[in-house]
């Protein structure tokens, strides 16, 4: 019961010290990962939880959407640290292709590659936010996002 509460606490902390302290690049990135966990939530609730023996058709496409949004954002933002957040999510966009390929997958191995992520997305996240907190304290104001 513990392991289930644990990372909802992780993501409300992370995603309310993002939204507080952070830039645009911060809330954003807190507010894809708080809405991937709502659509996962939500999709739980209309076709139940998961058996980890197939893909899960729900999850592909909150992935796949949380991923394309990440891209953007790493590509866009004047910060390293969403590209480490890209890339969580690249390894949760390939579990679910892998087991598409090879369906024959262990369902614990399809489990680990489309949810561990997240804890690290979280994390990277929260230590994102105090090296933008740090910056802005050092150099003042700067440019959320990279000049186009």
């Known amino acids: 019961m513990l392991s289930l509460w644990i990372p909802r606490i992780a993501l409300i902390v992370t995603?309310?010290?993002?939204?507080?302290?952070?830039?645009e690049p911060e809330r954003l990135v807190a507010a894809v990962l708080f809405?991937?966990?709502?659509?996962?939530?939500?999709?739980?609730?209309?076709?139940?939880?998961?058996?980890?023996?197939?893909?899960n058709p729900g999850h592909l496409v909150i992935d796949t959407w949380a991923f394309i949004s990440l891209l953007w954002i790493a590509l866009r933002a004047n910060r390293g640290w969403?590209?480490?957040v890209g890339s969580g999510q690249v390894i949760v966009v390939m579990g679910h292709i892998a087991k598409v390929w090879?369906?024959?997958?262990?369902?614990?191995?399809?489990?680990?590659m489309t949810q561990v992520p997240f804890v690290f997305q979280l994390c990277v996240l929260a230590i994102g936010t105090v090296a933008h907190v740090a910056r802005s304290r050092r150099v003042g104001a700067y440019d959320a996002w990279r000049p186009a």
């Not at 659509?39 to 939880?49: E, I, M, P, Q, T």
């Not at 090879?102 to 680990?112: C, G, S, T």
């Open 35 to 55: 809405a991937t966990f709502a659509l996962d939530v939500a999709n739980h609730s209309w076709f139940g939880a998961p058996d980890w023996f197939a893909v």
């Open 82 to 84: 969403p590209l480490w």
């Open 102 to 112: 090879e369906l024959d997958m262990v369902r614990w191995a399809y489990w680990a």
């Open 15 to 23: 995603v309310l010290f993002a939204a507080r302290r952070g830039g």
